[in-house]
């Protein structure tokens, strides 16, 4: 039987996206870049007591250890030191450092991707480093919305198709049309409902992308550096829907980024080198 997706690479991403998929009900198959087949394929590239509860972390330090070999003596490479972060619902978070500081791996272990090597990662009261794998792939249905730099929309369906799709991998048999017309127009794009992503400009897609990360209303956005592929004028809008989302929606916003421009859209501002924050 064929598949109903095909998924192009087996990273990080492109694994999670397959067990999403295939919870959804949908058959998914892996290929790999050269077995590419035109038109079907999903590219993935690489406190008051009035005060709002803690819905990110908890603040039980973690740290994260990656193993390699060289020369055939193995070798762990700490990728993050002790890290205790917490973030209040509705706060928008800037995370910036140098490459290779560990945000990319802190992001990771935040969306339930990785698990870290000690300590715990708390979401909106669960759990994720005592979770099974089942567990920890709804808590990220039902919990967390993610932004990516490469947008990573499926190029056949339309806008609308796309957060139809994130509603149907939610799986709670959502079809909220108001929703979506809701979000598409506060992100200026109620004309672009019925367009496919290359039919849209990058700035476009990056808006779809978020559109398709909060319509499920998730307790947290995860956005790694989302105006990376953005020029100066699309970098600043898809930033203003970041921020109306959050005073809106008082969503909760974790953004990974190297702009200072990008940063100080945001209410707080972490550093990070060397795997720890400083």
Known sequence: MSPDVLIL??????????????RAGLRVEIIEARDRIGGRVFTQDDDTPASPPVVVISHHAWETTYGGWTQRVKVDVPALRGV???????????????????????LHLLGGLLTPT??????????????????????????????????NLFPTLTADGNLRLA??????????PARRREILRMLHLEDKMHH???????????????????????????????TGNLDSENS???????????????????MITHNPEAAAACQRVIQMRDGYIV
Do not use: W, Y
């Not at 009261?125 to 808590?139: F, H, V, Y």
């Not at 290359?198 to 550096?225: K, Y």
């Open 9 to 22: 690479g087996a990273g990080v991403a492109g694994l999670s996206a397959a067990i999403d998929l295939s």
């Open 84 to 106: 205790s972060l917490a973030a209040q619902e509705g706060e928008f978070v800037a995370v910036m450092g140098p490459s290779g500081c560990g945000k990319s791996t802190m």
């Open 118 to 151: 000690s300590g715990r990662i708390v979401v909106d009261g669960e759990d994720l480093t005592a979770a099974s794998d089942a567990k920890r792939t709804d808590i990220r249905r039902r919990k967390i919305g993610f932004v990516f730099q490469r947008f």
């Open 167 to 176: 509603e149907r991998i939610h799986g709670n048999g959502a079809d909220d």
């Open 196 to 226: 496919k992503p290359l039919e849209l400009s990058g700035g476009e897609q990056q808006r779809v992308a978020l559109a398709r990360a909060v319509v499920n209303r998730p307790a947290i956005v995860l956005a790694d550096e989302p």
């Open 236 to 254: 600043a809008l898809v930033l203003k829907m970041f921020r109306e989302l959050n005073d809106r929606f008082n969503q909760t916003i974790i």
